[in-house]
């Protein structure tokens, strides 16, 4: 009786083995790496745009960009650059592009459509805005500049559009820019991520971006 | 701030008072002798001891034993020497008892000896240094995750994201270099991360024990620190319905909990048929320290178990399935984007500080982005079958998925808000594990056991990101060991083991740029060993020293990590080049448990070759969140030495005292210099004074206690971006008693943590870089056992 107990247990643990290995033999999903669930936007590319109020063709654009945004390559800040004319009031813009679908399918041309006839609804296909659903959810953003090097006291940044929070608090998506002596520098552009807690200072919050230009004023 | 302890005393006593009636108290002691049921002779060195309980003792020389601190109630009671039937008797005890029993000489095996130690699938290596925490002292640590409540054991310290992310350390060492046991099955979820909790419901064990030592030999890969043991009860045997209610509350954080538990077993034709029903659910809200509250820190969850046995003296076959789903928010201003705000966020005195109406606005126990959910799944089914001259088999398979989803405080951005409630990364592990071990009868005062195990893991990651944390990957893995016991006399066991193991692993990446697909493959084997020797000076008195060596092949996470990892702001990159990592363990303990004095002293060394770490580049990456430095994961050989003491002095007959010290040294040799979030030093103490009888209350009992960490100074230069938090002293207090109400018996206590309410930041929690650890806490804990249908005595298992 013991004996044909245990013989019983013994062919139902190999069953069991049999089963194991049956189950892991199947189909492998693991095997099909996912691509990022499609519709996400990744903010690869924040574009700076200015006018000058007293010469409208005196215009300047930097681009800083990262077209691959896991990390492998480093980005490409070669239009990061701004120039303004020294003692010059700005009208300025901040636009956030999704670029990186264009990897798939070869470079895009994105500096060429923000010189001088820039029009945003005249984006390559691949290109999102993403400038658009920041602007939707200002009530929980920020754009917090910062100047180093010789633009430090030469060059000031005001924001000058507001959100619908009670009290209307700063946003940054437009902003004046004011210059003063000939000088160089960096000039830091970081994007606050601020739910419920949007205080319009800059140190609540974490950061969507944080990238830097090259200013020279001439 | 004793006016806090005087209030914590008063409402232990308002709560206490309430009770009416009968006795349970753990102060009662059972002794009694044994002797040969054919000449009536003594027997000496006969393991005795209650099931389900820590309370065993061998018999000396005048066959007498005694068990002290026993609690009121029935017990299996269980008294085992070689070459005699073991005896299992049930006994009901109810104040100081005196038993005489006599074992029957073994007619069948005379000639062999019949060793019944503890089964080895749950015991693992004997030899090597073992701590247990049950009974009243695990019933403290109710309401608490898994890692909070082991922190009770010496040798055990936590690594934290937050009061709420707990993950044990043993000896130094955590995450993938310890090896939890859920109910027998290795614990499979995403242990690479420090702020991946483990998927464990507490309240499914009786008991919770760690073996202080590498047990690669019994387990394979990665327990090279050690091994968690998390154990329910066995299953019933009698006829019965019983259950436990468990309820607790804490001020802090307004956490409450409720678990219960209900289990049966049938007789007639259904002998050997038992069921048990488990579920617990948990919520909290924003914890508060000693001058502001965290916001976003509640977290919620759900849990349930279940398990049919039918069980007969030489066959059973048992099922056990669990789900554990956890949702924790992950506090609002410890997400820095980069180091820089970081380093900002650490300069901080406090974070932002909002009044009171803030939260009760949001409402309390809301969970908003910034949070983690896991659901963990496990099937089990395990059969076993005996037979009187081949030993026993048994053979287990489990099943196990886990499914992380981590939600950042970042909304993703995406056409028409599709994606506005999608998780940035999800995980999902599905393990397969497999064991066959053969317990062998004893042969020449040899007993043993042989046996084969295998996993096998898929794990697949899917992300708004290109970049994924860890790849998918297969893997398969199996090994085949032996392990066997010398026990020349009742004072000697000498043991030893060695182990094979192989490991075959493939990873499924994209490439960044092309985006195609490719894939990598490693091979890993090991050999392991032990040797281990216990010696029983006297029944009182034991030694136990084992030498024995563990691996751990790298992790996915270690092979391919590449981004930013978002606790500590560091961008990490892997190395598919890692080599296995290769313990060699020397542990030894002494155990005594006197009338006066009980004590466990243990020391150990732990030389890690290959230890897999992060190193510091000095190089930094940029993307658009800014500026990163990075840290690449590298090998090194790792030292680590230290000391786990404690110590119960019975002062009077109700006044105990109990130091502890948990001592961790580690150093990187091939570097000469030390290793970053190793633990700081700790030593606890308490007093406690106790009464079997107050007034209508029983087993009253007040303590005070303290734990002093000092700063862990143990650090390699430049290796972090601010230095380790001061050192800090904490209080604690507690009360409790057991009582009556009407008929029902309960258990009521009451915890205070953190009495003096002090403001501190402990180095291994990864929150020390933006907020104060909570405040002080008030805990009330009840303990309601019930019994629908009662084991009745006249059942006794005499086999």
């Not at chain 2, 006994?91 to 007619?107: M, N, V």
């Amino acid at each position: 009786m013991k004996m044909r107990m245990f013989k019983i247990a013994g062919l139902a643990s190999i069953a069991i083995t049999a089963t194991v290995l049956g189950i892991t033999s199947c189909s492998k999903p693991e095997t099909v790496v996912s691509p990022p669930v499609p519709g996400n936007e990744f903010l690869t590319t924040v574009a700076f745009r200015c006018i000058n109020t007293a010469a409208p063709f005196d215009t300047t654009t930097a681009i800083w960009r990262n077209l691959n945004p896991n990390g492998t390559q480093a980005p490409d800040t070669s239009e990061a650059i701004l120039n303004f004319k020294k003692n010059s009031n700005y009208v300025c813009w901040v636009y956030i592009f999704d670029e990186s679908q264009t990897t798939k399918f070869g470079t895009t041309n994105l500096g060429a459509e923000l010189q001088p006839n820039f029009n945003i609804n005249n984006l390559p296909s691949t290109t999102v805005n993403v400038t658009t659903e920041i602007r939707q959810r200002q009530n929980y953003h920020l754009f917090c500049f910062n100047m180093t090097g010789g633009i430090a006291t030469n060059l000031s940044v005001t924001r000058t559009d507001y959100d619908t929070n009670t009290p209307s608090l700063q946003v940054g998506l437009n902003d004046n820019v004011t210059t003063i002596n000939v000088s160089t520098g960096r000039m830091e552009v970081a994007l606050h991520h601020q739910p419920n807690v949007k205080n319009g200072s800059c140190s609540p919050g974490s950061d969507d971006f944080d990238i830097f230009y090259g200013v020279t004023i001439q | 701030m004793f006016l806090k302890l005087f209030c914590v005393l008063v409402l232990g006593i308002l709560v206490c008072p309430v009770a009416q009636a009968q006795q349970t108290a753990c102060t009662l002691t059972l002794s009694g002798s044994i002797g040969c049921a054919d000449d009536g002779k003594p027997l000496d060195f006969v393991a005795v001891g209650l099931l389900n309980t820590t309370k065993s003792a061998y018999t000396n020389k005048q066959g007498k034993f005694l068990l002290s601190s026993v609690c009121a109630g029935t017990y299996r009671f269980e008294a085992s020497l070689v070459g005699y039937k073991k005896l299992d008797t049930l006994i009901s005890i109810t104040a100081d008892e005196s038993i005489r029993l006599f074992l029957q000489p073994d007619s069948v095996h005379l000639k062999e000896v019949h060793v019944e130690g503890n089964k080895i699938e749950k015991q693992g290596v004997e030899t090597i240094t073992k701590s247990e925490l049950s009974g009243e002292a695990l019933q403290q640590t109710r309401g608490e995750n898994l890692g909070t409540a082991l922190k009770e054991i010496t040798g055990v310290d936590v690594i934290q994201t937050g009061a709420t992310i707990s993950k044990p350390v043993i000896h130094g060492l955590y995450s993938n270099r310890i090896l939890i046991l859920n109910n027998g099955v290795r614990q499979e979820g995403q242990q690479w991360g420090s702020e991946h909790a483990p998927e464990i419901d507490p309240f499914i064990a009786t008991k919770l024990s760690v073996i202080k030592g590498a047990a690669s030999i019994r387990y394979g890969s990665d327990a090279i620190g050690g091994v968690v043991l998390v154990e329910p009860a066995e299953m019933p045997k009698l006829k019965c319905l019983e259950g436990e209610i468990n309820l607790v509350g804490m001020d802090n954080s307004r956490l409450y909990t409720g678990s219960g538990i209900l289990q049966g077993a049938f007789d007639k034709k259904l002998t050997g048929l038992s069921f048990r029903i488990q579920g617990t659910d948990r919520q909290a809200g924003d914890l508060q320290t000693p001058n502001y509250i965290l916001d976003n820190t509640g977290l919620l969850e759900k849990n349930y178990s279940g398990t049919l046995a039918y069980e007969k003296e030489n066959y059973g076959i048992s099922a056990y399935y669990s789900h554990f789903y956890s949702e924790l928010g992950i506090f609002t201003y410890s997400e820095a984007s980069n180091p820089a705000q970081l380093v900002e966020l650490f300069a901080q005195a406090q974070p932002i500080n909002f009044p009171l109406s803030y939260y009760q606005s949001k409402g309390f126990y809301n969970i908003y982005r910034g949070y983690q959910t896991v659901a963990h799944n496990l099937l089990k089914v395990n059969a076993f079958a005996k037979h009187g001259k081949f030993g026993r088999l048994e053979a287990t398979f489990a099943r196990q998925t886990d499914a992380r989803q981590e939600f950042d405080l970042d909304v993703p951005y995406s056409l028409n808000h599709s994606l506005d409630n999608a998780a940035q990364n999800n995980f999902d592990l599905t393990t397969h594990t497999g064991e066959l071990v053969w317990e062998h009868n004893s042969f020449h005062k040899i007993s043993g056991s042989a046996g084969a195990d295998f996993i096998t893991e898929g794990n697949i990651y899917t992300g708004l990101g290109y970049q994924a944390l860890i790849p998918n990957y297969l893997n398969y893995g199996g090994g085949l060991f032996l392990i066997e016991k010398w026990n020349p006399t009742n004072k000697f066991t000498l043991e030893g083991g060695v182990r094979s193991d192989y490991k075959w692993q493939r990873e499924f990446m994209l490439n960044p740029i092309s985006l195609i697909e490719y894939t990598n493959t490693q091979q890993y084997d090991a050999t392991t060993a032990t040797l281990g020797a216990i010696y029983r000076f006297t029944p009182k008195l034991s030694l136990n020293a084992n030498a024995g060596s563990g691996w751990r092949a790298p992790s996915a996470f270690e092979l391919y990590a590449f981004g930013v990892h978002g606790a500590t702001g560091q961008f990490v990159v892997g190395d598919s080049l890692l080599k296995v990592e290769q313990s060699y363990n020397f542990c030894t303990s002494v155990h005594y448990s006197g009338e006066k004095i009980e004590a466990e002293l243990g020391v150990y060394a732990n030389l890690i070759n290959n230890y897999i770490y992060l190193k510091p580049t000095l190089t930094e990456h940029v993307n658009i969140d800014g500026y990163f430095p990075e840290f690449d994961f590298t090998q090194t050989n790792a030292f680590f030495k230290g000391a786990d003491l404690n110590l119960k002095w019975h002062i009077t007959k109700h006044l105990t005292y109990e130091p502890k010290a948990t001592l961790v040294f580690a150093n990187d040799l091939t570097n000469h210099t030390y290793l970053v979030y190793i633990p700081p030093q700790r030593f606890n103490q308490k007093l406690e004074y106790r009464w079997q009888k107050l007034g209508k209350l029983k087993n009253v009992f007040v303590n005070i206690g303290n734990m002093i960490v000092p700063q862990q100074t143990r650090v390699p230069p430049n290796s972090d971006f601010v230095p380790p938090p001061k050192g800090y002293v904490l209080f604690s207090a507690a009360v409790g008693c057991s009582m009556h109400l009407g008929k029902q018996e309960m258990n009521v206590s009451v915890i205070c943590n953190n009495l003096m309410n002090t403001a501190y930041r402990d180095y291994m929690d990864f929150f020390r870089y933006y907020a104060d650890e909570p405040g002080r806490s008030i805990q009330l804990k009840i303990r309601i056992p019930f019994q629908f249908i009662k084991p009745k005595s006249d059942q006794i298992n005499n086999n």
